[in-house]
């Protein structure tokens, strides 16, 4: 499956920004899905991942509380609800996939079927 993130911008703290991740060429439903983010100068981390069908999610720290990750299996899209947003939530986002694994597992799994180009976000202070 290919994976295409957007929304990304940039955005004053405490505001909010949705991003959205397609997928095209496969069958969605059988991805669990994830996003991460990486900082400038800093290592890519995770930020959430979602079931294959959407009813369960798990968050890192950075995600807990102020994101929301959910997902629209009839039209192969993940999205990253980001509220209450501060200047060090300032990445690169990404989404990914593996097949046939958990929320909590896109935490873990060293390697993933499909990555997406990043999108970023900028939050100023």
């Known amino acids: 499956v290919q994976l295409q993130a957007s929304g990304g911008g940039a955005v004053q703290a405490g505001g909010s920004l949705r991003l959205s991740c397609a997928a095209s060429g496969g069958a969605f439903s059988i991805y669990a899905m994830g996003w991460f983010r990486q900082a400038p100068g800093k290592e890519r981390e995770f930020v959430g991942g979602?079931?294959?069908?959407?009813?369960?999610?798990y968050y890192s720290d950075s995600g807990k509380g102020r994101f929301t990750i959910s997902r629209d299996n009839a039209k192969n899209t993940v999205y990253l609800e980001m509220n209450s947003l501060k200047p060090e939530d300032t990445a690169v986002y990404y989404c990914?996939?593996?097949?046939?694994?958990?929320?909590?597992?896109?935490?873990?799994?060293?390697?993933?079927?499909?990555w997406g180009k990043g999108t970023l976000v900028t939050v100023s202070s």
């Open positions: 979602i079931s294959m069908s959407g009813d369960r999610t």
């Open positions: 990914a996939s593996r097949r046939l694994t958990t929320a909590q597992a896109m935490g873990v799994v060293t390697h993933m079927d499909s």
